[in-house]
């Protein structure tokens, strides 16, 4: 069993900053890409930002300059430092991370947290 536990989402005022958190836990044996990917109402999900278990990162255009990924191999944790926020930013946010287990080390498969709210608005 594999588990993702995001935290820090919230309500900010356009212009502000936020910092997400996912922790992984659970039977891992390694963990590769890690991403956030987020859905607002009447929208389709969509990737925001990834990185790999080396740290190379990938954004969305509409974060570029705004929010930087970073990871802690180490905690199994994965952050999403946003700033300058706006209000089309708003929506739920969801941790993805490409995981193999202790007993299917060899085949990798998505986990998905169970989302967190980030809500820009004055």
């Known amino acids: 069993q594999v588990r993702l536990v995001e935290s820090g989402g919230g309500l900010v005022q356009p212009g502000g900053s936020l910092r997400l958190s996912c922790a992984a836990s659970g039977s891992i044996f390694s963990i590769n890409a890690m991403g956030w990917y987020r859905q607002a109402p009447g929208k389709q999900r969509e990737l925001v930002a990834s990185t790999t278990s080396g740290g190379i990162a990938t954004y969305a255009d509409s974060v570029k300059g705004r929010f930087t990924i970073s990871r802690d191999n180490a905690k199994r944790t994965v952050y999403l430092e946003m700033n300058s926020l706006k209000p089309e930013d708003t929506a739920v946010y969801y941790c993805?991370?490409?995981?193999?287990?202790?007993?299917?080390?060899?085949?990798?498969?998505?986990?998905w947290g169970q989302g967190t709210q980030v809500t820009v608005s004055s």
């Open positions: 993805n991370a490409d995981v193999a287990t202790s007993t299917s080390r060899w085949i990798s498969r998505g986990y």
